[in-house]
Nanobody
Framework: QVQPVESGGGLVQAGGSLRLSCAASRRTFSSYDMGWFRQAPGKEREFVAAIDWSGSTTLYASSVKDRFTISRDNAKSTINLQMNSLKPEDTGVYSC?????????????????WGLGTQVTVSS
């Protein structure tokens, strides 16, 4: 099972936008819900957003709701995270993962097949 690969991170000023992508193998991706998490230095991994296998149901952390949008392209086995109105507190390593149990959950323990992540840095 090949781990997902994230891309699209970078350095952006507060108020700017970034679009992250996560490419997964069909075995990892097919028929599974997927999610994005982030981890800032010295802090625990934090749930950001999740999307069900069909793309019809999404879940967001309250801190990013109305600013971030998660989407998926099942034909390409990719998920995306459009991040707008970025804030310095959005800084961290963003990773995608597959939710393998507990539909609707945002707890990291319910996810597996983690990617290595992509760094997002928002300057003030």
């Amino acid at each position: 099972q090949v781990q997902p690969v994230e891309s699209g991170g970078g350095l952006v000023q507060a108020g700017g936008s970034l679009r992250l992508s996560c490419a997964a193998s069909r075995r990892t991706f097919s028929s599974y819900d997927m999610g994005w998490f982030r981890q800032a230095p010295g802090k625990e991994r934090e749930f950001v957003a999740a999307i069900d296998w069909s793309g019809s149901t999404t879940l967001y952390a309250s801190s990013v709701k109305d600013r971030f949008t998660i989407s998926r392209d099942n034909a390409k086995s990719t998920i995306n995270l459009q991040m707008n109105s970025l804030k310095p507190e959005d800084t961290g390593v963003y990773s995608c993962a597959r939710r393998y149990r507990n539909y609707g959950s945002g707890h990291p323990a319910d996810f597996d097949s983690w990617g290595l992540g992509t760094q997002v840095t928002v300057s003030s």
